[in-house]
Nanobody
Framework: QVQLVESGGGLVQAGGSLRLSCAAS????????MAWFRQAPGNQREFVAR???????NYADSVKGRFTISRDNAKNTVYLQMNSLKPEDTAVYYC??????????????WGQGTQVTVSS
């Protein structure tokens, strides 16, 4: 089993920045694509950013230009640098990982979620 351990959430003012981290560990840490999703109260979980094992990137339109996803393959860790935060970015952010770069039937692993709150 692969465990995804998230950190970096918190409370920031609008216009501020946070960096989320997600480290994969366990008996097997063979993962390829890693991604971030978020879920605000009353909303469905939505895609935020994705990075494949070879560094191909994809972002939701709502965060493009403000958020940057990156990874350190040696540490099996993915990061989400969030700049110019807005109140509408407030959500629980979830790390996800998959054993391939071609997601089949959803991501294989999910983190516990970390709260990001952006105040006006």
């Amino acid at each position: 089993q692969v465990q995804l351990v998230e950190s970096g959430g918190g409370l920031v003012q609008a216009g501020g920045s946070l960096r989320l981290s997600c480290a994969a560990s366990g008996s097997g840490t063979r993962i390829k694509t890693m991604a971030w999703f978020r879920q605000a109260p009353g909303n469905q979980r939505e895609f935020v950013a994705r990075i494949t094992s070879v560094g191909n990137l994809n972002y939701a339109d709502s965060v493009k230009g403000r958020f940057t996803i990156s990874r350190d393959n040696a540490k099996n860790t993915v990061y989400l640098q969030m700049n110019s935060l807005k109140p509408e970015d407030t959500a629980v952010y979830y790390c996800a990982a998959d054993r391939s770069d071609y997601i089949l039937g959803g991501y294989d692993y999910w983190g516990q979620g970390t709260q990001v709150t952006v105040s006006s």
